[in-house]
């Protein structure tokens, strides 16, 4: 199973971008990359995936390089309330479905 | 929006006592799943539920846990002799199955154990 490595903890300036850096050097062809966060102990929150390419929905962007070893997380306007930890995971196919090995994150913190 | 529910939020239960967690999933979901995270740990996968079975579980997922679909909208995690180290948050989580395939969490339910 493919593994990530994510720094532990960043800071933000509340209205500026928070660019939440992932790699996944073993990653393999077919394996989609995916972004969860979670928010005090509350459940983890979906925010976005991708395979290949570049994807962008309302909560924020991922960037994959080009050889899939690495991606990147923008939040464009980071505000307080998306201070948490956010899970970069490459999920490990089952034979039905799919699981979720969440790692330890980046505790990312929104300072005003 | 729909959204996964869970009952109870939070059960306290002594050691050795059988609890049953609650989890209503999204309704036209198909895969079903349970993750824990013990305190100040890692969110863990237990097992993954369709088509009426387990798909797959997790080493953590011994005999003293099960899965039940009781009905069209129920999906339960028993565990049958608790232990102290069986204290944690269980997040239920569903998907529908489709090529986007983003699992959706509940809130939690919080388990102590005493």
């Known amino acids: 199973d493919a593994k990530t490595t994510q720094p532990p903890s960043m800071d933000c300036a509340e209205g500026r971008a928070a660019n939440l850096p992932c790699n996944h050097s073993?990653?393999?062809?077919?394996?989609?990359v995916y972004w969860y966060r979670q928010i005090h102990s509350q459940g983890p929150q979906y925010i976005i995936h991708?395979?290949?390419n570049n994807e962008t929905n309302e909560m924020a962007s991922l960037i994959i390089t080009e050889d899939r070893k690495s991606s990147t997380l923008i939040l464009p306007h980071a505000t307080l309330r998306d201070t948490a930890v956010y899970y970069c995971?490459?999920?490990?196919?089952?034979?039905?479905?799919?699981?979720?090995?969440f790692g330890k994150g980046t505790s990312l913190l929104v300072t005003p | 929006e729909p959204e996964v529910t869970q009952t109870p939020s939070h059960q306290v239960t002594q050691m050795g006592q059988e609890v049953i967690l609650r989890c209503v999933p999204i309704?036209?979901?198909?895969?079903f799943y349970w993750y824990r995270q013990i305190l100040g740990q890692k969110v863990e996968f237990l097992v993954s539920?369709?088509?009426?079975?387990?798909?797959?579980k997790s080493e953590i997922f011994d005999d003293q846990f099960s899965v039940e679909r009781p009905d069209g909208s129920n999906f339960t995690l028993k565990i049958r002799s608790t232990k102290l180290e069986d204290s944690a948050m269980y997040f239920c989580?569903?998907?529908?199955?489709?090529?986007?395939?983003?699992?959706?969490f509940g809130p939690g339910t919080r388990l102590t154990v005493t």
């Open positions: 995971i490459v999920r490990v196919e089952l034979r039905s479905g799919y699981a979720l090995n």
């Open positions: 309704s036209n979901h198909l895969y």
């Open positions: 073993t990653i393999s062809g077919n394996e989609y």
């Open positions: 989580a569903s998907s529908d199955g489709r090529s986007s395939y983003e699992q959706y």
């Open positions: 539920f369709y088509n009426n079975e387990i798909s797959e």
């Open positions: 991708g395979l290949k």
